[in-house]
């Protein structure tokens, strides 16, 4: 069974500029969440997407959005990129989650380096 | 909201030794993951625990939910290089929206 897969594994960028990160999801599963993990703050829960719709958001600016298509993979687009967005971006999925949580199974992740 | 607090924050162990680490919630747990992460890499699955009193076990490590259903541990039989990472617990937040983690505990084992 092929794991959760993100591209690209290495992302550099400028101030100011926009960010595409994606993910493929294993085969089977809906849902996908994105979470950021910067040096110091721990896992930071994004977006949650399932069957297409965006079904929660974390505490993040609106320049963080994405979108899943209806192969269930997903993207997470940052614009106006800031220092601070400098961070692992970790992407995860799950059969339909319904309200309730089941076992995440993660990828290896896309780190951003904003300079 | 939800807050999920892990103890210690950084752990160091002699090879062969055990450990525990806790996680404590603010809020009543309805259902607590712990992970490990290599650093720089994704999160592999440990364990799920769902009901009070509940204890998994793989291989040499051990998860509890505690009755009240407000604390986690994780303890490791004798301590092996292999083990070193960092230790996450994650628990879904009231609404069932959000699956939130800890800070996470990063443990070194020495040789």
């Known amino acids: 069974e092929a794991g959760v897969t993100q591209s690209p594994t290495h992302l550099i960028k400028t101030r100011g500029q926009q960010a595409t990160l994606r993910c493929s999801p294993i085969?089977?599963?809906?849902?996908v969440y994105w979470y950021q993990q910067a040096l110091g703050l721990g896992l930071q829960f994004l977006l949650w997407y399932d069957e297409g719709e965006e079904r929660n958001r974390g505490n993040f600016p609106p320049r963080f959005s994405g979108r899943q298509f209806p192969n269930y993979s997903s993207e997470l687009n940052v614009n106006a990129l800031e220092l601070e967005d400098s961070a692992l971006y970790l992407c995860a999925s799950s059969f339909s989650s319904s309200g309730t949580f089941f076992r995440l199974y993660f990828g290896p992740g896309t780190r951003l380096t904003v300079t | 909201s939800q807050e999920l607090e892990q103890s210690p924050q950084s752990l160091i162990v002699q090879e062969g030794k055990n450990l525990t680490i806790n996680c404590t919630s603010s809020?009543?747990?309805?259902?607590l993951y712990w992970y490990k992460q290599k650093y720089g890499e994704g999160l592999i699955f440990l364990m799920m625990?769902?009901?009070?009193?509940e204890e998994k076990s793989h291989e040499k490590i051990t998860a509890k939910l505690d009755e009240k259903k407000q604390q986690s541990s994780l303890h490791i039989t004798a301590s092996q290089p292999s083990h070193a990472g960092i230790y996450l617990c994650g628990a879904s937040n009231q609404a069932g929206t959000a699956l939130i983690f800890g800070k996470g505990t990063t443990l070194s084992v020495s040789s």
């Open positions: 085969s089977g599963h809906t849902s």
């Open positions: 625990l769902q009901k009070g009193g």
């Open positions: 809020k009543t747990l309805y259902g």
